[in-house]
């Protein structure tokens, strides 16, 4: 158990470290064992990280290495922030985390008992026709591409997970997109922490604009002036996409007439 993902991220950087082979292996399911010890050996592991990083660290420690070998791809971004100040937070009640843990002893449970969770037919035609190539065919292109590819294996695990949570052997399409919206988010999360490139340079053009106006944020009239030469269902495709990111928000300004629309970055 380490505190922060940050001191993994260093251990992994060290010559000689055989943790990011390790962390890839453990994705892939394969047997674990050590090399010097042989009398440490995980069979079949099922094994799940959870870490903790600021953008600032994992920016600082992010090896190319890693990221081309496929380390970083296995791990699902999901960007998140405070948006409340709480001062006197308490945390969950004893009443919530014990119904929880009811139904977390419930689920799995249910889930040891199933040998094989498949799609429902109308989920499998969606994951063919429609989830598959938006995952498998990424524009961005470079490290987004990188940090992205196993996209659409991870799709079918966190669908598997859904139906699991159901109660269910069987992913049916409402388990497959929000699956989807799922990594989605992971993606727009990837684009944000490394440096909120999107394959666009338009959005580009637009998201650096809207960080510069912080904290007063970017007009609909300034984003008009921005893309003069641009139609305005073309500036409003381009302030959509800039949404899907995450800490971007549209606002109305009240101004004593007709509210005016803004972009905002939280970030």
Known sequence: ????????????????????????????????????????????????????????????????????????????PVFCHRNLILPGSRGASAELITNLAASWRTVLADAARVD????????WELYCEGVYPALSGDAAGGVITQFTARAAPYVQRVAMVYALCDHTATISETHLRAAWQLLNYARASAIHLLGGTTGDPKVNKLAEAVRAADPDGLTADRIRRLFKNAT???????????????????????????PTTIVKYAG
């Open 116 to 123: 094989e969770v498949e799609f429902s037919a109308l989920a």
């Open 232 to 258: 305005r269902p073309e500036r409003d495709r381009l302030v959509a996409q800039l949404l899907d990111l995450p800490t971007y928000t549209r606002h109305q300004k009240p101004t004593g007439g007709r």
């Open 1 to 76: 158990m380490e505190s922060e993902y940050a001191v993994t991220m260093s251990r992994g950087r060290r010559e000689g470290s055989s943790l990011p082979g390790v962390l890839r292996q453990a994705w892939d399911g394969d047997s674990l064992s050590s090399m010097v010890r042989d009398s440490l050996k995980a069979t079949d592991p099922h094994i799940a990280i959870l870490g903790h990083i600021t953008l600032e660290e994992f920016r600082a420690k992010m090896q190319d290495s890693e990221m081309a070998g496929g380390t970083y791809n296995r791990f699902l």
